[in-house]
């Protein structure tokens, strides 16, 4: 049964990702390796340290870009992370680190949504259970 190991998020510049994922959100490094240019770059979430890593992929593709740009032009999340209380957590991005939020708490189905911006050229939806 295939599971999900890695999954990558394209970023502009991956030192302000690594700022933004691991210093902001919360995530806790767990692999960097130098590749020329540009760095191997994984988090993980601080108490599953040997769970699904989020890799920070350079964005240098041709395809890439216009795709980022389309979806952040569109309103349209990369990708979602589950917290434990949206309205708290966007608070918190908010007031203690001035994340843009994109779109506020609100609910969707069984779920409270909203989205952020993560200065590296993405829009990143935040959830939890309502």
């Not at 708290?88 to 409270?112: F, I, K, S, W």
Request: net charge negative; aromatic share 6%.
């Amino acid at each position: 049964m295939p599971k999900v190991s890695y999954c990558s998020v394209f970023v502009d510049d991956q030192d302000r990702a690594l700022r933004f994922y691991a210093d902001v959100l919360g995530f806790a490094p767990k692999h960097d390796v130098p590749l020329g240019e540009h760095r191997w770059l994984t988090l993980t979430a601080p108490d599953d340290p040997d769970g699904t890593e989020l890799s920070l992929e350079p964005d240098e593709h041709p395809a890439v870009g216009p795709f980022k740009a389309a979806l952040a032009e569109d309103g349209i999340p990369c990708t979602a992370f589950e917290v434990p209380d949206v309205v708290a957590e966007v608070a918190r991005l908010r007031g203690d680190h001035g994340v843009t939020v994109v779109q506020e708490p609100m609910p969707a189905g069984p779920r409270t949504i909203a989205v952020v911006d993560d200065t590296c050229g993405n829009l990143v939806q935040l959830f939890s259970p309502s």
